[in-house]
């Protein structure tokens, strides 16, 4: 049979955005403006260079250093695009980490921007494995060193550009990311060409046909403030270049020059975390700007209502999505139903700070201990699992944490929510924070919270004790205010509690038994409370 | 390994559609109104009636002969949805031709709307495949006849429901249909899950990201023109579930109806062949209506420029697409690139009337004898062969006419065509009907217009006739118009023909030697010029 057996592909996103748009712009910092076709050339060139001089084969991995930039996107394209996989490497882990990762990996060549020169410098010694230094400069020299074996725009002078990219199984391996959790040593999640084909077409009929709140279309312009180095930047990339999007890459995150280039470019479609969203607005505010159109999909923690409704002032158009780094990762985004078009704004911005609703080929569930759905009543909370065709198949070189990733065949996301009206999704806590007790889940969130709201309470955190009787029992640990010390008392706080139990708000049987008074909550180096500790400090007390 | 295999099937874009817009409507003409939760219950009590009552098994033929309507996209997700086939037949065919299709097929239920009882009857000695005849009825009782044993919804009444959809492997068939030619039997296409699905994501995204003429969204209202039965209604159905749109089946095509229908359930989004668009126009002037923001997609033959215009002054969008049955179908959308949004609107209708631009995942070539690509020079011409994910991978049953259709691993439309500016491409002629001349193509259509332009011409057809030399050589059949008969003469032809090739409009080498003058052009049965005839008759003679 001579029927083609079509494989899918990245290849095919950037063959239609070249030949849809190729005058169209990617933008690098305020340094170089390149046409798709350029792109498209130098996509060639670069994969001549890793099959060429560098030597890689298929399945070997390239390990890649380096800020948003329009080099990050061509590795995008041309490293899977050989068949080779993509190590995205998250400079911000520890030295110790960033070793064991690539160690882990074993990547082969390793591509590094030059501001992460004194760290390459310094593991070298332990990277054996790595057959060749590529270094990337955006000066017109890189800096002389020996660990550096060749240049990036050298190398891509030098070399022998490909036809086109070769036909590949869409199962090869395309891509590999490490995740840090709490717990243990980092681990690797990889993807297959196929699963960032599908994440991409879904995420993409998602933006532009779901949106209530904007939809995207080839007229908008992309600015990722989510680094690539991050799973993929969301995938975005990939969507923005299947569209024909122009594309801008700002380098390392400066306040200033983000600014600068979202006016200067026109950029009308982002995505980042709330903190990076504060500073926007904050700098907005600060100088007198706004940003009229400006979409901003939001991840990678709660969207606070009061930022959502400080961006809307200056015009940005903001909606929520979710997902994981074992989740390529889009799974939800809080797009706006036809019918809430009329509802009132404080309504809507509910909708919009939502952890939102799953896109097409997404199987959400929200699952009890034994993986019953808990009912969809708005308050019954479970763990989300997820089936969608583009999660990692596991962790590498893990079969033990893959197996309880994907227990039962259903990957589990590790996040506690319920589910709101409508269908929409809520995140309350992180699993391993709730507090289970007589077969009863307790959000511990809540009830720091609704702690929170007591004058004397300055800050509360609630975790989960050992219980012969009951499993789990909730403990608060407050620091009382000053003018309070060692005058609140347990009882006051059982009280204050009581209150919510008769409103509806809180279940009695969440209310605290214990209650201890501290002068400081443990944190993590990022600033959250360091729960770990805390069950550690109490977990034989009674 | 636990990790989950994810099939891409079909239930998930009706899974999507139902979870996302569970209170959305399914309009069955002035009839009937379900919403998609009820909708997708009834799916499922199909599901269970086919499996349980029914007894069909995986792989087994559903044949469907039914109007569209709700219960058509019904049969659309259930059919598939256990695994067996739809065989989608095309009621306009000769009784032969359907009796030969059903045998082909070989049938194993067949589903059909009382309307045509009379010919199930007469073909019913001849189909011992088939096990069970189920009929429909808009009315209360379907009409008493010895061929149904069912009837579709009083099977419906008794089933017992399926709980889900059952999970297949993504490349199990899923729906079977016929094409017929001008010569030999119909043929069969097929298409499995994961075609439908990817056809079904390309489709949504570029009818959502890539207009400029206006974009679909999740607030469309979406109606068919475009018959179920052929090509699964251009896909469209498929994602208008995905997106939840409330959808509109018009059951058989009444203008009066139609027309009531786009007033009253406020459709927005269609797509017709454009002899149903001329009605539309003809109707809409004749009753001074305007339809602002009516989509409409054009396929199935070339959009005269006319016509296009025409519809944009009652407020219409309108856009051409091209795809053929053995294509899903959807291969090229006319959609408007961002920088023309400036154009002025003759140029923009010279966009939207051009046979498009290949959706993503299409690879479009238009390639010559040798299969080289010919210069996208917006002049030279070739076949389109055409690589996409759903395409089918032969026609059924029939090994030698499948390596025929995917020689050398493309898929060859029999289309002739040349690149436009910009990428678009534009079909010029099939290419049986080209004359291949001496190495070059002579596109017949280009003749025929030409000497259409000379006064003492009513009617001009062009064929190619063997030639020693040249392999073929131009003939041109000539009905003078009334007073030029026994006038008209070769030479002033040829004067007239040669105008044009020193405006560059016309190569030398096209102007045809002969010209034979007839009273009338044989036609086939719809109408168009017989070339197969008329070839037959000249073959032999000098």
């Not at 792109?39 to 399945?59: M, N, Q």
């Not at 200033?256 to 504060?278: D, F, N, S, Y």
């Not at 501290?518 to 729960?531: A, L």
Request: one cysteine or more; hydrophobic letters at 40%.
């Amino acid at each position: 049979m001579s029927a083609y057996g079509y494989q899918l592909q990245l290849k095919h996103l950037l063959e239609h955005g070249v030949r849809w748009a190729p005058d169209q712009e990617i933008v690098y910092r305020d340094k170089l403006c390149l046409k798709y076709s350029d792109f498209y050339s130098r996509v060639l060139r670069l994969a001549g260079a890793l099959t060429g001089e560098l030597g890689v084969k298929p399945g070997e991995t390239v390990g890649v250093i380096e800020w948003d930039s329009h080099r990050y996107l061509e590795m995008y394209f041309a490293i899977p695009g050989i068949g080779a996989v993509m190590h995205t490497i998250n400079p911000r882990l520890s030295p110790g980490d960033l070793l064991y990762t690539m160690k882990h990996a074993e990547d082969d060549i390793l591509v590094f921007h030059e501001d992460f020169l004194p760290l390459v410098e310094q593991l070298r010694p332990e990277l054996s494995h790595v057959r060749r230094f590529v270094i990337l400069t955006d000066g017109v020299e890189a800096p002389k060193t020996p660990v550096a074996s060749d240049e990036y725009e050298a190398l891509l002078k030098r070399a022998k550009p490909l036809e086109k990219l070769p036909d590949l199984d869409e199962n090869t391996r395309a891509t590999l990311a490490y995740t840090t959790g709490t717990t243990g040593k980092p681990k690797g999640v990889y993807f297959t060409q196929r699963q960032l084909m599908l994440h991409t077409l879904s995420l993409g009929v998602s933006l532009a046909a779901f949106g209530g709140q904007g939809s995207a279309t080839t007229r908008d312009v992309y600015m990722p403030l989510t680094p690539m180095f991050h799973v993929h930047a969301w995938g975005m990339p990939y969507v923005a270049t299947l569209l024909g999007l122009k594309q801008v890459y700002p380098g390392r995150y400066e306040p200033e020059l983000l600014a600068k280039l979202v006016k200067t470019e026109g950029v009308t479609l982002t995505h980042c975390v709330p903190t990076i969203l504060q500073m926007v607005v904050t700098a907005a505010e600060a100088h007198g700007l706004t940003f009229p159109g400006w979409k901003i999909v939001i991840g990678g923690a709660r969207l606070p209502k009061g930022l959502a409704l400080a961006a809307r002032k200056l015009g940005i158009i903001i909606y929520a999505g979710y997902g994981l780094s074992e989740t390529a990762p889009v799974l939800t985004l809080a797009f706006r139903k036809p019918f809430m078009d009329d509802w009132d704004e404080d309504a809507q911005v509910d909708v919009d700070v939502s952890t939102g609703f799953p896109i097409p080929l997404v199987d959400l569930r929200i699952v009890d201990e034994h993986g019953n759905d808990v009912e969809a009543d708005g308050h019954a909370t479970g763990e989300i699992v997820v089936r969608a065709p583009w999660l990692t198949e596991g962790y590498l070189k893990e079969p033990e944490r893959s197996e309880k990733l994907w227990k039962g065949g259903w990957l589990h996301t590790g996040d506690v929510a319920h589910f709101k009206e409508y269908g929409y999704v809520q995140i309350v806590d992180r699993l391993k924070d709730v507090i289970k007790s007589g077969g009863e889940w307790i959000v511990s969130l809540d009830l720091e919270n609704l702690l929170s709201l007591h004058e004397g309470v300055l800050e509360a955190a609630v975790i989960g004790v050992p219980d012969p009787k009951w499993d789990e029992r909730p403990l608060a640990v407050i620091v009382p205010r000053e003018g309070w010390r060692g005058k609140l008392t347990g009882d006051q706080l059982k009280e204050h509690l009581e209150q919510f139990v008769n409103q509806g708000k809180l279940i009695r049987w969440a209310v605290p038994d214990r209650y201890e008074f501290v002068d400081e909550i443990p944190k993590t180096s990022v600033g959250k409370i360091d729960k770990k500790v805390l069950r550690k400090t109490y977990e034989g007390t009674q």
